[in-house]
Antibody
Framework: EVQLVESGGGLVKPGGSLRLSCAAS????????MNWVRQAPGKGLEWVSS????????YYADSLKGRFTFSRDNAKNSLYLQMNSLRAEDTAVYFC?????????WGQGTMVTVSS | QSALTQPPSASGSPGQSVTISCTGS?????????VSWYQQHPGKAPKLMIY???KRPSGVPDRFSGSKSGNTASLTVSGLQAEDEADYYC??????????FGGGTKLTVL
């Protein structure tokens, strides 16, 4: 079964850091570009970042201003999102998703809450 | 990059057709044939319904169709069914290696 499973979410204070992970299974992970998409409570979807199959190309939403770092380990079929200098507005469910311009496989999401 | 514009709500009775619009600009929707549509039920992950403007992934009913004219893309759901009630989001490649989503449309089946 094709599957993505996120982990690492939780409660963090403003200014803190958190590292999200996404474990992939059921498909040839190294053959796909991957992404993070977030959804604030009661709000719409927001693209966060994408990474190419070989990690040579990594792109971020302008709004992140260099605070997030996206990486992957093809040997471990895993994605990572290092989030630093977290703000209240980063509070959201974070989804990992497979694809380049369209996302055909999504994880169930992991909740990140930034609050004092 | 600004979000694409979708109507906040849409509705129709079972069996009817409903169309949801997604308006962008020549820098995103109008400039590329990389418009996608996603269905999201409450508390669930989004599901890809349409990609590259008109293409349906395997398993998506042919009641769902996509189109584009200029800077506006559209999703049409024909033969509405109760299970189609959900939030729908469009997305488009936005140039400069980013992707932009619409604000979402809540579809109600009356």
């Amino acid at each position: 079964e094709v599957q993505l499973v996120e982990s690492g979410g939780g409660l963090v204070k403003p200014g803190g850091s958190l590292r999200l992970s996404c474990a992939a299974s059921g498909f040839t992970f190294s053959a796909y570009s991957m992404n993070w998409v977030r959804q604030a409570p009661g709000k719409g979807l927001e693209w966060v970042s994408s990474i190419s199959r070989d990690s040579n190309y990594i792109y971020y939403a302008d709004s992140l201003k260099g605070r997030f770092t996206f990486s992957r380990d093809n040997a471990k079929n895993s994605l990572y999102l290092q989030m630093n200098s977290l703000r209240a507005e980063d509070t959201a469910v974070y989804f990992c998703a497979r694809g380049s311009d369209a996302f055909d496989v999504w994880g169930q999401g992991t909740m990140v809450t930034v609050s004092s | 990059q600004s979000a694409l514009t979708q109507p906040p709500s849409a509705s129709g009775s079972p069996g009817q057709s409903v169309t949801i619009s997604c308006t962008g600009s020549s820098s995103d929707v109008g400039g590329y044939n990389y418009v996608s549509w996603y269905q999201q039920h409450p508390g669930k992950a989004p599901k890809l319904m349409i990609y590259e403007v008109t293409k349906r992934p395997s398993g998506v009913p042919d009641r769902f169709s996509g189109s584009k004219s200029g800077n506006t893309a559209s999703l049409t759901v024909s033969g509405l069914q109760a299970e189609d009630e959900a939030d729908y989001y469009c997305s488009s490649y936005g140039g400069r290696n980013n992707l932009v989503f619409g604000g979402g449309t809540k579809l109600t089946v009356l």
